[in-house]
């Protein structure tokens, strides 16, 4: 009954390679979100999502695109894969209604090697 | 653009005191202030909401208070336990996609 959920956990990858992290939310949620956390811990948003709209964090490299096949789905899609990637990724959704708060996932830890 | 502060960095307390944790943002046209809580190699976990038109909000040994005009809340725990060890992080929601900013993290540390 996880409300929200990523997978993998963990992932290691050489540098070049395309991988995906899969997203899923069972909260009834219209927006979903991703947030990079690096290594000194500060997140930052990388992508939200709703129905209606894409919103990218102009500082993300175009490699990065999300994937939603779904209200309840946001994948994450990474190609070219550098060194600079690895980190932990965190999934969230919300209420597009301003006075929601955030549901966040697990998180995925990406070490490039 | 929104930039959100916290402090300390750092805090290292004995058990049993109470303590305060600081989080100040730069633009006060918040919806509405969110405090976390990340265990090591952990995902976050949410404590407590507070919305714009609230003051504060308490659950339990934790009390969060929001003073908007001035840009600032503050999470206060009561009676801290070895177990309220973790990074604490606050984050404001606004403007354009709801998204919501991430303050630094203050890292707790509950001496037994």
């Known amino acids: 009954d996880t409300a929200v959920s990523q997978t993998p956990k963990y992932l290691v990858t050489q540098m070049g390679n395309d991988k995906s992290i899969k997203c899923e939310q069972n909260l009834g949620h219209d927006t979903m979100y991703w947030y990079k956390q690096d290594s000194k811990k500060f997140l930052k948003i990388m992508f939200s999502?709703?129905?209606?709209?894409?919103?990218i964090n102009e500082t993300v490299p175009n490699r990065f695109s999300p994937k939603s096949p779904d209200k309840a789905h946001l994948n994450l899609h990474i190609n070219s894969l550098e060194l600079g990637d690895s980190a932990v990724y965190f999934c969230?959704?919300?209420?597009?209604?301003?006075?929601?708060?955030?549901?966040f996932g697990s998180g995925t830890r990406l070490t490039v090697v | 653009k929104q930039e959100v502060t916290q402090i300390p960095a750092a805090l290292s307390v004995p058990e049993g005191e109470n303590l305060v944790l600081n989080c100040s943002f730069t633009d006060s046209a918040i919806y509405n202030l969110q405090w976390f809580r990340q265990d090591p190699g952990k995902g976050l976990t949410s404590l407590l909401l507070?919305?714009?038109?609230?003051r504060e909000q308490t659950s339990g040994r934790l009390n969060a208070s929001l003073d908007k005009s001035s840009g600032r809340s503050t999470l206060y725990i009561a009676a801290s336990q070895p177990g309220d060890s973790a990074t604490y992080l606050c984050?404001?929601?606004?403007?354009?996609?709801?998204?919501?900013?991430f303050g630094t993290g203050t890292s707790l540390t509950v001496i037994p």
């Open positions: 507070i919305q714009s038109s609230q």
């Open positions: 984050a404001v929601r606004r403007g354009t996609g709801n998204q919501f900013y």
């Open positions: 969230a959704s919300s209420q597009e209604a301003a006075n929601y708060g955030y549901t």
């Open positions: 999502y709703n129905n209606k709209e894409l919103i």
